[in-house]
T-cell receptor
Framework: NAGVMQNPRHLVRRRGQEARLRCSPMKGHSHVYWYRQLPEEGLKFMVYLQKENIIDESGMPKERFSAEFPKEGPSILRIQQVVRGDSAAYFC?????????????FGQGTRLTVV | GNSVTQMEGPVTLSEEAFLTINCTYTATGYPSLFWYVQYPGEGLQLLLKATKADDKGSNKGFEATYRKETTSFHLEKGSVQVSDSAVYFCALSGTGADGLTFGKGTHLIIQP
């Protein structure tokens, strides 16, 4: 049973380009969370999704950032027109359908560097 | 809303020292509590958890007890090793619409 898979592990983008980060949850998990970790800072919640639905996007910047979790395929975090301040580690986590009071399982993260 | 407060780091200890990392929380209802560990360059791994008051979670020599009266979940280990050097995150999972709520993390450095 594979864990949460994120790809790519490392991503380099020039300012103004788009970044697409992918997350495949664990088998049987229908809830996905995205977190951002800035250097020397903790984890910041970005968005919580279920299949085809955004449940909570209160942590997402209002512009340039979007997320989806389609019926088929991985969850995608998309950052348009990247800027240097977007450089961070982005972690995806998943949890089973009975999400209340359960832990989430994390992927290895995607480290985005904007040059 | 839910929140988690944990002691600021870095915490530097010598090998075989006793470790305590404090964690307190605010939440409505009866959350579950977790400690996650992040080794350099890696994602977060669940270290231990407790789902109700007075539960004790334990793993790899680490322990934490869910104290509802003090809203705390302090992480302890009797004798740390160099390999325990990592960032430790306290977290809670409630019954609301959001996911896990994390503390800011505590960087632990163990010196030989």
């Amino acid at each position: 049973n594979a864990g949460v898979m994120q790809n790519p592990r490392h991503l380099v983008r020039r300012r103004g380009q788009e970044a697409r980060l992918r997350c495949s949850p664990m088998k049987g998990h229908s809830h996905v969370y995205w977190y951002r970790q800035l250097p020397e800072e903790g984890l910041k919640f970005m968005v919580y999704l279920q299949k085809e639905n955004i449940i909570d996007e209160s942590g997402m910047p209002k512009e340039r950032f979007s997320a989806e979790f389609p019926k088929e395929g991985p969850s995608i975090l998309r950052i348009q027109q990247v800027v240097r301040g977007d450089s961070a580690a982005y972690f995806c986590a998943s949890s089973p359908p009975s999400r209340q009071n359960t832990e989430a399982f994390f992927g290895q993260g995607t480290r985005l560097t904007v040059v | 809303g839910n929140s988690v407060t944990q002691m600021e780091g870095p915490v530097t200890l010598s090998e075989e020292a006793f470790l305590t990392i404090n964690c307190t929380y605010t939440a409505t209802g009866y959350p579950s509590l977790f400690w996650y560990v992040q080794y350099p360059g890696e994602g977060l791994q669940l270290l231990l958890k407790a789902t109700k008051a007075d539960d004790k979670g334990s793993n790899k020599g680490f322990e934490a007890t869910y104290r509802k009266e003090t809203t705390s979940f302090h992480l302890e280990k009797g004798s740390v090793q160099v390999s325990d050097s990592a960032v430790y995150f306290c977290a809670l999972s409630g019954t609301g619409a959001d996911g896990l709520t994390f503390g800011k993390g505590t960087h632990l450095i163990i010196q030989p």
